[in-house]
Every structure is written in structure tokens, then in C-alpha cells.
């Protein structure tokens, strides 16, 4: 089911009702403070829960999380395995939590690269929270925008050898559709922290009209605070989609 919204034009006090981080920073965190980098991603998991917590407070109805990206498998072995171990601590400590708190919680990416046990947790983790109303909390694993675009053309290709579609149906909207995060309005922001100015394979159809803020923070020391400010810097913003911005003012945006 589609989440109907409003075109988030931004300025006149408009929150953001989709936010989308790449949580970034974690392993240089640790390598300043002379720890190992495992330090710096358990130190971003206290981040998420701070995060989480306080987008649920807010007027954000969905919060798009990078987790792990379809090439950090290139990672040494060793770090990969710590941060599968680490994901199913998180998920076995957080899930009851997000049931208390109203959060549903959703994964986005390939899952077959997983282990059992792992996509077994994912199942059940997503299952505890279905019924929930408030936040909707997606965490993306394994994901890339590529695999993306790659998986709705395969499920799209199906459906038409299928008979279910024809393709002079297929325009943006049905696209859309088959993407990952189909359901939601598409990002109003995007954050990146950690000083990188790039997208790094996260959302690529979804992020065509977001918003991108970038800070130097890296994720352990990113907080409420600057998730506030953040915020304040998307509701100055004029988002125009094409039009002038004398349009926007006449529409009531400015
Ligand atoms: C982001 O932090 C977390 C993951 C990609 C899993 P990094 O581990 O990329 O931290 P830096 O960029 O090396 O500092
Ligand atoms: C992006 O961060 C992926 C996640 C935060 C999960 P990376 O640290 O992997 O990005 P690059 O490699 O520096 O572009
Ligand atoms: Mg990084």
C-alpha cells in the first residue's frame, strides 16, 4: 500500500516525513581514539538507538538507515564477520524495544547473502513489528541502488512474461512501484555523515528530488542534536521540482 503524501516542498516549517542516512564514520572513530574499528560500529549502534528514538518523537514517518552496503562484503573477513555478529546482538536486544515503542521495522536488499540464522532473525524481527503504527524504521543490508534497479527490472520482467503486465504499461510510476522503499514517499532528506561527499550506491532512483545534507561528524558522535539541525537546514531549503521559484512562492510554499 502507498503512503499518500503531499509533495514535501520544504520551507514554511514543513519536517521532513522521510529522512535516509548513511551512517558513515564508524571505523575512523575508533582509529582516532587508537581502538579497533569494531568499537566505532558498536559505538554507531548506541548512535541508532539515539537516532531511532528521536525520529520517532518527531514528525519523520519513515527512516531509511544504511547498514551495510552490497560492497562492504570487500571488507576484511574478519570485520564483516564482526559486524553480522553485532547486527544479530542489535537485533536480539532492539526488537522488543521497537514493539513497545510502535516501530515497524522493515530490511531492504538482497537477502540470500545471508546465513540462515541471520535471515531466520530478519523474518522474525519484521514479523514482531508488523502490526506496529508509528515510525517506520528500514534498515538497509546488503543494499545497493544498482542491485535495486536490477531487481524491480527482473520482477517487472517476470510479471510481463507472466501476462500481468504489458510493457506500454511501464512508465515511472510502475517502476516506482517495484523499487525497494515503493511503498513510502520517496526521501525528503538524505544525510550523510563522516565527510564524504557521495552516494555510494544507497538509494540512486529514490534520492532524485532529496535533499542532500552532508556533515563532517562521524556517526558515533552524531546526535539528536544534529539530527535537529539537520532538519532546520532541510526547512530552509526551496525545493522547486523543476519549477521557478516565483511559482513556489505563488503556491504558498515561501
Ligand atoms: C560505516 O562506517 C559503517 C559501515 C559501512 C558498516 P565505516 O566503517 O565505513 O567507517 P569509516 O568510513 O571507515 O570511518
Ligand atoms: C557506505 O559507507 C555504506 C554504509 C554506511 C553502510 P562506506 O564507508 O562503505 O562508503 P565508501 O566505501 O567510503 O564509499
Ligand atoms: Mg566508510
Known amino acids: 500500500m502507498k503512503i499518500d ?15 535516509a542516512i548513511i551512517m558513515d564514520g564508524n571505523g575512523r572513530w575508533a582509529e582516532r581514539k587508537g581502538l579497533l574499528r569494531i568499537a566505532g560500529h558498536k559505538s554507531g549502534v548506541e548512535t541508532v538507538r539515539e537516532i531511532v528514538a ?20 570487500r571488507r576484511p573477513e574478519t570485520e564483516v564477520g564482526l559486524l553480522m555478529e553485532l547486527l544479530l ?6 526488537v ?9 521495522l522493515r530490511f531492504i536488499g538482497g537477502r540470500d547473502a545471508f546465513a540462515p540464522k541471520m535471515i531466520k532473525s530478519l523474518i522474525e524481527a519484521e514479523a ?4 506496529n503504527t508509528g515510525l517506520n524504521l528500514v534498515i538497509a543490508l546488503n543494499y545497493g541502488g544498482r542491485w535495486d534497479v536490477a ?11 507472466a501476462g500481468r503486465r504489458t510493457p506500454d504499461q511501464i512508465n515511472e510510476s510502475v517502476v ?6 515503493g511503498e513510502f514517499p520517496e526521501p525528503d532528506l538524505f544525510i550523510r555523515t563522516g565527510g564524504e561527499q557521495r552516494i555510494s550506491n544507497f538509494l540512486l532512483w529514490q534520492l532524485a528530488y532529496t535533499e542532500l545534507y552532508f556533515t563532517d561528524i562521524l556517526w558515533p558522535d552524531f546526535g539528536k542534536q544534529e539530527l535537529a539541525r539537520a532538519i532546520e537546514w532541510f526547512k530552509s531549503r526551496q525545493r522547486r521540482f523543476g519549477r521557478t521559484g516565483q511559482q513556489i512562492k505563488q503556491m504558498g510554499h515561501a
Open 5 to 19: 503524501f503531499e509533495q514535501n516542498m520544504g520551507l514554511g516549517a514543513s519536517a521532513p516525513k522521510h529522512v
Open 54 to 73: 528521536a525520529a520517532g518523537e518527531s514528525e519523520v514517518k519513515v527512516l531509511t538507515l544504511f547498514a551495510f552496503s552490497s560492497e562492504n562484503w
Open 89 to 94: 546482538t542489535a537485533l536480539r536486544q532492539e
Open 96 to 104: 522488543k524495544k521497537l514493539v513497545r515503542n510502535n516501530v515497524r
Open 128 to 131: 514482531a513489528t508488523v502490526n
Open 151 to 161: 531487481q524491480a527490472a527482473r520482477r517487472l520482467s517476470e510479471d510481463v512474461l
Open 176 to 181: 516506482g512501484q517495484y523499487m525497494s522503499l
